[in-house]
């Protein structure tokens, strides 16, 4: 499986982004799609999941209300809509696949995608 995250960028504090996440090789079908980042310095952290059926989704607090998962199964797709973003989103964004329901846990995704980096200025 590759995945292959897209759509970061600069943008100014209260703007929006949409991070996209395309898989090849095998699907997102029937797995956990998520969404981590990493900031400058520190330790990366969940952001977002949303489970292999898109009835699910779940989000850190820092995100609730701004972000928002989706995925098309058909297109092999797991998105992230970014609003109302804040300087302490700046961070690299990884999408992976998981196969543990609900789970939070990076060692719970088995396959990463190379990043996008997202840069939110004040």
């Known amino acids: 499986v590759q995945l292959q995250a897209s759509g970061g960028g600069l943008v100014q504090a209260g703007g929006s982004l949409r991070l996209s996440c395309a898989a090849s090789?095998?699907?997102?079908?029937?797995?956990?799609g998520g969404w981590f980042r990493q900031a400058p310095g520190k330790e990366r952290e969940f952001v977002a999941a949303i489970s292999w059926s898109g009835g699910f989704t779940f989000y850190a607090d820092a995100v609730k209300g701004r972000f928002t998962i989706s995925r098309d199964n058909a297109k092999n797709t797991v998105d992230l809509q970014m609003n109302s973003l804040k300087p302490e989103d700046t961070a690299v964004y990884y999408c992976a696949r998981g196969k543990v329901a609900g789970s939070r846990r990076g060692e719970d995704y088995g396959y990463w995608g190379q990043g996008t980096l997202v840069t939110v200025s004040s």
């Open positions: 090789g095998r699907t997102f079908s029937g797995y956990l």
